[in-house]
């Protein structure tokens, strides 16, 4: 990608672009939810051969993760970790939202609510049993938007 | 990187760029800490029109989370929810630093040192809610580093 | 971001580049081991003055971690740590694949998958005492492959 001033390969070269995207997700409540196919087709709209996916989960009771896209027990058996990890019946303060606020929120600490993945050929780069999940940490639904940034050479 | 304003497609095209900076902070002890608002000041002296933020806590005791930035009682509970899961009386090896070391460096696994964050328009792609946390796991306070990267165009 | 042939700054201009690698390491089951060797000296051939590293473990039953460098003692306590945290005992619906299966997703989703480090000078932005670790979370050894991207100008 070094451009000669000279060369007419500067031409040709594949300049570096940043694509920015906020996505939408109604959850159902507590649990995990694959997300993956929207955010792979918007990334293939920019059909690059190099780059490099930040996803953020604006949100501070829901979480972002990367695990098994295939098992829906290991799904249940990550919400009964996470219940027990961050329990309802601890002495909460900040109890105001009601007795699944501040377990989301502790879950979500746990969880984390960025990802960052390289993408090669207009695919991310995950293993063959990587999804991408967003993680309900709340009892009720949430509107939940993930904002999504793409660097990246066509 | 910026380019010279007699090329008329230089005029117009809009250089990607890297800045790097590096943020101490002085902690309390333990706790957590919003340090958005001179990082936020560094990004908005870029202009970014579109960007990304990395940030890394250069330690291993201590580190960086986006959470609720309006409740202290939120921080409270979380500190009360990670002395559960990382107390201090387990039977640890590594105690030669006091108590409170090896549970810091628990803690630090489970809540993370790095967080990547979208730019637009020269503010960080943040939900209402969010806010970025140093969290210092030790007792004592510290001299803590965060080392930011922006990629950016203006 | 397209320079102008006729332009001389673009000839001075340091076009920023992307690069993406693919790493595989042999674990001995449970534990945690450093991994920054050949990660930092593949950065150092692309003689980065600044740039982005970002590394993805692309398995759902190991992780990556920044943490203390120096002292193994430190390892057998994270890993005693993350046994009691997600423990073999639980009720798993998950099971299919032995009871150090379900414990290995939990503990992925505790400690990450995914790094983001500034470079500079040729150098990860590392504190002194921090290490990158790749975390085997099941009890047999594994090959395990690391995506590493890595975005810079010279």
Known sequence: MRLSASSPSAALSKPMQQAIESFEFRTNGAGL????????????????????LTLLCQHTS?????????????????????????PRDLPYAHALEGP???????????????????????RLCLGTWQGLYLWEHRDQPHQRRVAAHLLYET
Chains 1, 2, 3 share one sequence.
């Open 33 to 52: 939810s694959l997300i993956g196919t929207p955010i792979e087709r918007w990334v293939a709209t920019m059909a690059p051969s190099t780059g490099l």
């Open 100 to 122: 699944d606020d501040m377990p989301a929120h502790i879950r979500t600490v746990l969880s984390g609510v960025h990802l960052s993945i390289p993408v090669q050929n207009g």
């Open 62 to 86: 829901a979480s972002l993760t990367v695990q098994e896209n295939a098992s829906p027990e290991m799904r249940d058996d990550l919400q009964m970790a996470f219940d027990r990890l961050a």
